[in-house]
Every structure is written in C-alpha cells, then in structure tokens.
C-alpha cells in the first residue's frame, strides 16, 4: 500500500509490539532468568552469587537425575513411536480416501478429543487401567483372564499409553498436511511407468511426506518430554518424570538454582536431540534426491 | 478400493480409540455405584446433584470461568495485532518476533510455569487469578495467532485497496471491510482460547494461589475414589460443552473461509 | 492523432522513479495523459505498468519524481482523498454487502438523502447493465457481473480518472470481447479519463486512444495506436506489438530527410527519415508487418517493388493463410499472410513465388 519499505515496516513493527512485548516480557524474561538461575547458588527459596556450575555437577553425577532424564526420554520416545505408527495411516487415509469435501470432517472428528479437558482424560485412563477398573473388568469378564492385569501398576507403560493417546491428533496433522501436498499426478506416473501400488507408495508418497512426519516427531516428542500431569496423575507420583523432578527442586527442596539447571539441562537435550533428528532426516532426504 | 476399505476400518477403530475415555464418561456418570468398572450396576443422576451441591466446586468453575474469559479476550487482542502484523506487513525482526509468540506451542507447560513462577516470586507478585491470567494469555496466544492468521490471509489485499480508493479512512476501512470479514476467526479465535483456559492445569495449578480453579479442583478430587463418579458427571458435562464451543468455533472458521470466497482447507492447527 | 492534442493535461508525470529496496521498478517516468483520454499502459509483466498505475491510485508512494493530477501534486495526498477511482483485477467486490451497498459503498459520507442516494446506485446500475440487481449477494455474481459492479461502484463517484487494472483478464475470451466494446462505449458516455494497465497488445491497440508501451520500468514508446503499429519506435516495441519481420540490412548514405539502405533479400530502397527512429546502437535491420507482403499471382504486375522467393511454410487459419517464405536466395526468411479468397488457391511448400513490398512500409531500426 502507500508505503515505502521503511514506513511499512513501522507500521509493522507498530502492530506487533503489544504481542510482541507481552511475549518478551512473560516468557523471553522469565527463560532468560531460568538461564541466569541455572548458574547461581539458591538454597531456601533465594538465590546467590557467586557464578557456579555446580548445579550442573550435580545433575551429571548424581544417578537420580540422569535416571530420571532418561525415563524421560524413553517414554517421549515410544510415546512418539506410537503416534506417529498409528497415525500415519489415519492421514494416509484422509488424504487419500476420504471425498474432499468430507475431509475436513473427518479432521474435526480426529481433532475434538484433544480439546476435552486434559486431566479429566488423563484421569479417565486410571479409572480404566487401575486395579479391578474398567478394562481388568472387561478382560475378565471375557474370561480372557482370571487375574486382573492392572496395567496401571507398570507405571511406564501406563504413561505412555495415556500420552500416546492425549497427543494422537498432533501426529495425525502436520503428517495429513504433507500428503496433501503430494501431487496426485506423480503417484498416477509412478503407476504408469509400471510401478505396483506398494512400490509407489513407498518411492513417491512416503518420501515426499517425511516433512510432515519430522514435523509430528518433534510436535509430540518436545511437549511430552516436559509432561507433568500424566506422571503426577497416573503412576500417582511413584512414576516421576523429569517435569515432576523439576516442581520438587523448585517447589519442594525450594532450590530455584537447582530447579533451574534441571529445566535448561532437559530443554538443551530435547533441542539438541530435535536438531540432530531434523538434520539426519535433512541428509537422507538430500541423498534421495 | 480394497485398500482403502482396509484403512477405513482402520480408521474407525483409531477414532474408538480416541473416542474410548470420552464415551466411557457419560456410562459411568449415570451409573449407580461408586466403583468405576463393569458390570453397570444401574441408572442414577445422583452423581450429577452431588456434583452440582458441592460449593467449591461452583466457585472454582466461577473462577475459570472469570479466567477464561479474560484470557480469550486478551489473547484475541494481542492475537489481531500480530496475525495482522504478520499477514500484511514486512519488518526487521519478523521471523524473531513470530518465533517468540508461537514458542510456547512447543514450550512444556512446566518450563513455561516455573519460569514464570520464579519471575514473580522474585518480584514479590502476590499469586491470583490475574498471575494464572498472564499465563494463559502467553499460552493462548499463538493459536489465536494461528487461526486469525489464517483468517487474514483468506481475506484479499484489493478489498482493503478498494474501500481507501473509495474515499473512506484508514480506521473506517478497518471497521467497514476488515473487521466483518474476520469476525468469524475472532469468534474462532476466542472459543477455543476460552476452552484452553478452561482446561489448562498446569499453570493454573503453580501461578494459582490457595482458591483453585476447575481443572485444579477436579486433579485434587481425583484422589479420593468416593468423589471419582460425581468428577466423571462433571466431566461429562465439561466435554459436552467443549463440544459445543468447538462445534460453534468451527461453524464461525468455516464461514469466515466462504464469505472470503476461500477454499476450506481443514481444521485448527 | 489530433484527439488528444487540444485537450488539456489530466495527470503528468516528472521523472517518477520508484524503488523497491534494491528493485528499481519505475526508472525515469515522464508523459502526460489528457482529459477524457482512453489510455493505456501496455507491457509483459514485471514492467512496471501496474506499479505506475497505483502511484496514479495513491496505492504506492514513489521514490523520487512528481505525479501531478488535474494540475496538483500528489505527493502526501493519500488514496481516499484523489480523485480517482480504480476497478481492481480480481474486482474487490466486498463479500459480505449486497450489490447496492457495494456500489453505494463511497457514498457513505455523501451529504445528499438516503432515498437520492439509492436513486444514484440505481442509475449506476442501470449504466452497466445491471438494473435490477442491488438486492443481491456480492459473492452470488459471475465474473462478467463482478467487473460491472466494480464499474459502477467505481464510477458513480465521478472521479476525474477511473484506473482499470487488467480488468479483462479474468474473463473468457468472448466474454472479453464483448467487455471491451462495452467499456469503449461507457468511457464515451462518461466522458472521463480512463487508463487502463493490460498485458494484451490487441486490447490495447483495439480501446485506446493512445498508449504507453513499457519495458522494464521505463516508457519504450507513447503514441495512437496506429503510430504504434506502422512506425514503432524500438525493435523491442515492434516485436511486443503484432508480428513484424525483421530483415538484416546496411545503411548505404543517410542525407537530410532520406536514408538509403541495402536490404538483405529486398535489394536497395529509400526510405523517409520519419521511418527511420532514432538511433538505439542496434545492429541495422528493417521491419516489414506481415500483410504489407503481397504473393503475386502469375502474370500480376507488382504495385511498387518485387522480390523473388521459395514457400517454406504454410499455416492456414481459415480466412488467412500464413506464409514463410524465403526472399531471393538468401536465408532471410519472412511471414506473410494473405486473405483466402475464392479463386486463389492456397499454395504449397516449396513454390516458387513473387513478393511485392513497398519501401514506405519498411521501418529502419538502428
């Protein structure tokens, strides 16, 4: 519009700093004080110089941490694996199966459990995994059974399928957008040039939606890490995660230095495993072409 | 297609998947026992009238209620303005700017809470409603971005050109043109901010003060096995009216993309 | 042409450059538009017509020069207060108001009753041909009646100028047509400066009164329409407008108003200097339009000047007939069509054949 470069980049920057500013004072301020905090030594709700790393010392050598970490990360890991599996079909399925004018349908369905309260579905798969529940009261109803399986006492497993579930239609979008995208008249030359179904799918369309599937990699996998309801509600505090070793640090030991160093330790390893994810990806997707 | 019969089943059986806890719900709400498991002992609203006589129950939906509503108004707000920003202008600091709003999509709600926390335990800020409101807002915030940007991008550049060309004022054609056109994104936009708000835990739960709010309340409930039906009857209702808030949000979105004469391209995220 | 000589200047344009960053889009505008003029801005896309025709608009500001309309500078004077109204290319017609509200949109602050106000939009509407229609719903219309709401709406403010930008380019081709004649007609009716931006050579030579051919952000040429065709100022501006042979050819003596030049196939030939524009440092060639080639029947005399050749190519079009001939021995090849008429049997590849041409329909590029 009227507007040279500069003057629309006023108006601009004009609008976006009410959001903006809300942002970087509620959230850039705050991470950038976690960072700080992180080096600082805190004992009984304050924190103190002089700069040390002894936070992170901590982290590296007590077991518990680590242990704790890597829970972490074993469960994203399965819990990512598990959504991604299960959900790529359900895309695939969509995008391709389903009458254009119904797609959008189909996503609202997919997509309305995850707007449901959180806690009360999280809750919902102790009722039905826990002891003598739901589900033991079907299996041995069955007769599949005598004793009951209660899942819920395997406090991992539990996690992770209450997780799968809650972040099922996070994997099932991005990877629906990316077979969107896949133009209908290269699979169509694919079979053409005598290609059988499989062999096209798995040369033309899964290739060229593996943008789609990093993307609902990470969107599952980075959230999950930092889970703290599930842990809290499901292994009722005996199966803890990272997030929940976080809350005690900060809230309970009221060591904000330490609570600090745990979050930017589990953040820098999420992101440094994210990068890595999406670079390997990147070099196998460049030697395909 | 042979093959995509297979996948239809396949889908059905996913969707009874997703769908299992929210339909397993209303069964064991009007169920007359206070063990949560087969076989259904009989029909009852009983839990409903316990649910409804308890009176901190009512206050802490009170508070959501007065929470979600300002979240959804603010976040709207900041929303337009940056939606706005980032469909029609180009400025230094875009992408970094953008960048910042959207994080807290990909944030784990406990880094974005403790972070918070300790800011304002820091600034000696008392903890209350309006601590959980900042959070929200700073939650809310990118899918309010994301669903106005999407109804500023249907909505042609010409339009706007047009009605300037006209004769009419800047702020008049922001009243006459842009605002009716993407009012159903801000309607969107609100609804499904309300529902996070609504819904959130982990926020309200560690910027709350010693009033909980509903999502708080219903986890502490959940403890105590006697009180399991009357929070299932209570989520019963909760999903219920999340339905209808989304069912509204999405009829709004749908409509903002025909009346721009765009093509529908799917849902929320 | 003389229509446009006497009438006074409605926009002028000083030295308008304009940038876009590092992108020098206008690069030195100069010319002026008259009152009551069908102007148009002819060019491929990326030259710059639809930039200048919002600098016209108040839609871009420019970087240094002066736009001047009705003998006042523009610069500061935002969009809604010019007196100039546009038609949009994809018509802008707001979604969510009827055709009416659409089309009484600028009256808004219009001083006069509500009643005369719908009497003004009704009359609008009956000028374009859509009496009838203000109670229906914009997004109801089909592109031919989107691009007549968007005449109406823009014209029942009677701006000074009315800007049209490529108005015709989302309709089909008969459509189009029937567009252009219809807009020729209102433009009479109204009597107002229209300036049209269009990508279509003949749209442009078919509606204008004159016309400014643009290159790469500049003005290649700005003339009638028919100066445009017969004496094209640049090679480039000969191509872009129809079809032209160019023939490689030596200047032989340039005196006073003659030239005289050594046609590769043609032979010699004198040309008037007003058929020779000024020099741009290319590499000599004359142009010659197709239908200013004559194939000679046996035994036909030729009017002016004759040259023998061999058919290459035949392309029949029904009531034309493209040849691709080759002149006198050499490998200059020309295009020329003749009308099929009865009795004139269409020739084959490989005939040997007359051309007639005439010297004075020779254009020197230089």
Known sequence: MAQTPSSEARAGLKLISPPALYAILMLAAPLATVLVYSVLTGERGRVSLPLTLENYYDLVTRPVYSALMFRSLTVSFFVTLATVLLAYPIAYFVSFHVAPSRKALWLFLITIPFWTSYIIRVALWRTILGYDGIFDSVVMGLGITDTQPNILSNGVLSIIITLAHAYAPFAVLPIFVSLEKVDRSLLEAGQDLGESRLMTFLRVTLPLSLPGVVAAVLIVFIPTVGDYVTPELIGGGKTPMIANLMEVAMLKQRDQALGSAIAVAAMTIVALISVFFVLWNKRYLGGRK | ?269 | ?366
């Open chain 3, 1 to 366: 042409m003389t229509f446009s000589a006497d009438r006074p200047t409605m926009i002028e344009f000083k030295d308008v450059h304009k940038y876009y960053g590092d992108y020098h889009a206008l690069r030195g505008i100069n010319g002026t538009i008259k009152a009551g003029e069908f102007f148009s801005l002819l060019g491929p896309s990326g030259c710059g017509k639809t930039t200048l025709l919002r600098t016209i608009a108040g839609f871009e500001d420019i970087s240094s020069g002066v736009v001047m309309i009705d003998g006042k500078d523009m610069a500061g004077v935002p969009a809604n207060v010019r007196p100039t109204n546009m038609v949009f290319q994809s018509y802008a017609i707001f979604p969510h108001m009827s055709v009416a509200e659409n089309v009484g949109f600028g009256l808004r602050r219009d001083p006069r009753s509500k009643a005369e106000k719908a009497q003004a939009v009704a009359e609008a509407l009956e000028m374009v041909g859509l009496k009838g229609y203000g109670n229906r719903a914009a997004h109801a219309l089909s592109g031919g009646q989107r691009q007549r709401v968007a005449l109406a709406r823009a014209l029942i403010l009677k701006p000074k100028v009315l800007l049209l930008d490529e108005p015709l380019s989302a309709l089909d081709k008969k459509m189009r047509e029937h567009m252009q004649v219809e807009l020729i007609k209102l433009q009479r009716q109204v009597g107002i400066t229209f300036i049209l931006v269009t990508h279509d050579q003949e749209e442009a030579l078919v509606m204008s009164d004159r016309i400014a051919v643009m290159f790469e952000g500049e003005i290649a040429q700005l003339a009638d329409p028919e100066t445009l065709y017969r004496r094209p100022a640049t090679r480039k501006v000969a191509d872009f407008i129809g079809t032209m042979n160019f023939i490689p050819a030596e200047i032989l003596s340039e005196s006073g108003d003659k030239v005289e030049v050594e046609a590769k196939g043609l032979g010699r030939a004198t040309l008037d200097i007003s058929q020779a524009p000024a020099r741009t440092g290319e590499t000599p060639v004359v142009g010659l339009r197709p239908e200013t080639l004559t194939l000679l029947y046996d035994g036909q005399p030729a009017a002016e000047r004759e040259t023998e050749g061999v058919i290459d190519e035949v392309i029949y079009f029904g009531d034309m007939t493209y040849y691709d001939v080759y002149l006198g021995g050499t490998d200059v090849e020309v295009r020329l069509s003749m009308r099929n008429v009865p009795g004139r049997p269409v020739l084959e590849v490989g005939a040997k054949v007359r051309v007639a041409w005439s010297p004075q329909a020779l254009v020197l590029f230089r």
């Open chain 2, 1 to 269: 297609m042979k093959q995509g019969t297979g996948l239809g089943v396949y889908a059905v059986i996913y969707l009874v998947f997703l769908y299992a806890p929210i339909l397993i719900l209303p069964v064991f709400a009007l169920n007359d026992s206070q063990v949560v498991a087969f076989p259904l002992k009989g029909f009852t609203t009983r839990w409903f009238g316990e649910m409804w006589a308890d009176a901190n129950l009512r206050s802490a939906l009170l508070r959501s209620l007065v929470i979600a509503f300002s979240t959804a108004t603010i976040a709207t707000i900041l929303g337009l303005f940056a939606a706005r920003a980032s469909v029609r202008y180009r400025f230094p600091g875009k992408p970094a700017a953008m960048g910042l709003i959207m994080l807290p999509m990909v944030l784990p709600d406990i880094v974005v809470a403790m972070a918070l926390l300790i800011v304002l335990l820091s600034l000696s800020v008392p903890l209350s409603m309006l601590t959980i409101i900042m959070g929200h807002v700073l939650l809310c915030m990118p899918f309010a971005v994301a669903i106005l940007t999407s109804a500023f991008q249907s909505l042609d550049r010409s339009l706007e050109e047009a009605a300037l060309d006209l004769g009419e004022s800047r702020a008049a054609t922001f009243r006459l043109i842009i605002l009716p056109l993407v009012m159903p994104g801000i309607i969107a936009s609100f609804l499904i901010c309300f529902t996070i708000s609504i819904d959130e835990f982990v926020l309200a739960n560690f910027l709350g003060s010693g009033k909980p709010v509903l999502s708080v309340y219903i986890f502490g409930q959940f403890r105590f096995p006697a009180k399991v039906p009357s929070m299932l009857a209570l989520g019963t209702l909760l999903v219920l009216f999340s339905i209808i808030l989304l069912g509204i949000a999405e009829y709004f979105r749908r409509r903002g993309v025909a009346k721009a004469g765009g093509k529908d391209s799917g849902g929320f995220l």
